[in-house]
């Protein structure tokens, strides 16, 4: 079985600062990673994922987000926020043989403050 | 392109009724798969199915089923509602079941 645990339920942080949001992972197989962005009353936009390779991924609107094996984490970045970054985060597992049963996060509400 | 379509996006219904929601993949996706979002809280998976099969089923009760049809678009049913069914139902479909999935806006399902 596998499971997603994000360590902050809210992150308020000002505008043009640097954050991070937390996730670390558990699963006895191979695993994709992934983190979706959420803006009130939408759908789950797709940031970024780690299928293989280069552990640094980087995705769209400036964010990237680091895989560590050995740490079972998958931490996103970004250098500087904006104003319209304040949104719901959530990192999600998969299995690498079947991508269609997502694993969920409680999710990081992300305040970003002028 | 058109991304993931749900129908309807709002619905309001009271306990013991019915109710089914749609969904249609981005052209030429053959997996779709079905969460269930509670206020405050992470979607949990419920259903996948690609190619027309079942490939997987989360922890619901037999309350809820889907299903997949030719054109790949898909039904999820609700039988016997419950007030605790009250959620966001969000639909996704991927190219296969190793690519990432794409969601769709979502039906808020208002149970009173």
């Known amino acids: 079985a596998q499971s997603v645990t994000q360590l902050d339920s809210q992150v308020p942080v000002f505008e043009e600062a640097p954050v991070e949001l937390r996730c670390n992972y558990s699963?006895?197989?191979?695993?994709?990673l992934f983190w979706y962005v959420q803006y009130p009353n939408q759908g789950l936009q797709l940031l970024l994922k780690?299928?293989?390779?280069?552990?640094l991924v980087k995705g769209i609107n400036g964010f990237e987000a680091e895989f560590n094996k050995s740490q079972t984490s998958f931490h996103l970045r970004k250098p500087s926020v904006h104003i319209s970054d304040t949104a719901e985060y959530f990192c999600?597992?998969?299995?690498?043989?079947?991508?269609?049963?997502?694993?969920f996060g409680q999710g990081t509400t992300l305040q970003v403050k002028p | 392109d058109a991304g993931v379509t749900q129908s309807p996006t709002h619905l309001i219904k009271t306990r013991g009724q019915h109710v089914t929601l749609r969904c249609s993949p981005i052209?030429?996706?053959?997996?779709v798969s079905w969460y269930q979002q509670v206020l405050g809280q992470g979607p949990q998976f419920i259903f996948q199915?690609?190619?027309?099969?079942?490939?997987g089923r989360g922890n619901f009760p037999d309350r809820f089923s889907a299903r997949q049809f030719p054109n790949y678009s898909s039904e999820l049913n609700v039988n016997a509602l419950l007030l605790g069914d009250s959620a966001l139902y969000l639909c996704?479909?991927?190219?296969?079941?190793?690519?990432?999935?794409?969601f769709g806006p979502g039906t808020r399902l208002t149970v009173l």
């Open positions: 699963s006895s197989v191979s695993v994709y």
């Open positions: 996704a479909s991927s190219l296969s079941e190793y690519n990432e999935q794409f």
């Open positions: 199915y690609y190619e027309k099969e079942e490939r």
């Open positions: 780690y299928l293989s390779g280069s552990t």
């Open positions: 999600a597992v998969s299995d690498s043989s079947n991508t269609g049963k997502l694993i």
């Open positions: 052209s030429g996706h053959k997996s």
